[in-house]
């Protein structure tokens, strides 16, 4: 007798044993997933979650020379998962978009009014006839009563602000 069956063995049994190494590395795998899955049940609402929260959306816009220099500004109105946001940004000469103010609303749902016979969720207008320019932003509060904010641009601060009605 040879040895070359023992010889034609060994490789079969290291390839057999490489095999049963992954399949076990494999199994682990599965069995460390099951493991974080069963103490995190929520794994899957955790990372939708995640992904929900950084969701951001633009639901409207509009634009208008708020400062009263002849600067068009851009305004947004910027819904998240649970804030509703106001970005006002000025475009610079090269075309780039500049954020000049961020404002977050107090109330975090997006709202609709009736502007001039339309239905919109963000205007500009000089709704106090002095001349210049007012961000209105309708939104809705936690019991869907809504609200019209007002915001203008004050020169003396140079920053913009809440309109007293
Ligand atoms: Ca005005």
Redesign the pocket.
């Known amino acids: 007798m040879t040895l070359t069956p023992t010889l034609s063995y060994k490789p079969f049994a290291v390839a057999m044993n490489a095999a049963t190494h992954a399949g076990q590395v494999i199994l682990f795998g599965v069995f460390a997933f099951m493991l974080v899955a069963a103490l995190h049940p929520d794994v899957h609402s955790a990372v939708r979650n995640s992904l929900v929260k950084d969701y951001r959306m633009v639901v409207s816009t509009a634009h208008g020379d708020l400062m009263g220099d002849g600067t068009i500004l851009t305004v947004a109105k910027v819904r998240t998962r649970d804030s509703l946001f106001l970005e006002i940004y000025q475009t610079k000469a090269d075309g780039a978009e500049r954020l000049l103010e961020k404002i977050e609303l107090s109330d975090k749902r997006d709202g609709f009014f009736n502007f001039n016979g339309q239905a919109t969720n963000l205007a500009i ?10 961000i209105l932003v309708p939104s809705f509060d936690q019991n869907m009563v809504g609200h019209l904010n007002i915001y ?1 641009y004050d020169s003396s601060i140079g920053t913009f602000a809440r ?1 007293l009605r």
């Open positions: 207008d000089d709704i106090d006839g002095d001349g210049k320019l007012e203008h309109s």
